[in-house]
Nanobody, 125 residues
Framework: QVQLVESGGGLVQAGGSLRLSCAAS????????MGWFRQAPGKEREFVAA????????RYADSVKGRFTISRDNAKNTVYLQMDSLKPEDTAVYSC??????????????????WGQGTQVTVSS
């Protein structure tokens, strides 16, 4: 089993930046595609970004494309989400997730077997 712990959330003004980190407990982290999801109050959890096992490929939700950057460091068992030009609508609990089974990156929640507890991001206007 993989344990995931997020950090880096907080309160930021619109237009600002935050960098989220997600540390994994096992070295098999490198055999999993990794994703970031978010859930705003009263809304379903939605896909934000994903990165392939090697880190060479990424994909993003249209709502964050050009503003967010996902990356990973397999030597540190850590995945990152750099969030720039933040908007109030980015306010949500952000969770990282591990997908050890899919051949390619998936945006589907059900493809991800392991989840972190989440970190709150609040963007004020």
């Amino acid at each position: 089993q993989v344990q995931l712990v997020e950090s880096g959330g907080g309160l930021v003004q619109a237009g600002g930046s935050l960098r989220l980190s997600c540390a994994a407990s096992r070295r098999t982290f490198s055999t999993s595609n990794m994703g970031w999801f978010r859930q705003a109050p009263g809304k379903e959890r939605e896909f934000v970004a994903a990165v392939s096992r090697s880190g060479a490929s990424t994909r993003y939700a249209d709502s964050v494309k050009g503003r967010f950057t996902i990356s990973r460091d397999n030597a540190k068992n850590t995945v990152y989400l750099q969030m720039d030009s933040l908007k109030p609508e980015d306010t949500a609990v952000y969770s990282c997730a591990a997908d050890p089974r899919s051949l390619t990156m998936s945006s589907l929640r059900q493809a991800h077997d392991y989840w972190g507890q989440g970190t709150q991001v609040t963007v004020s206007s």
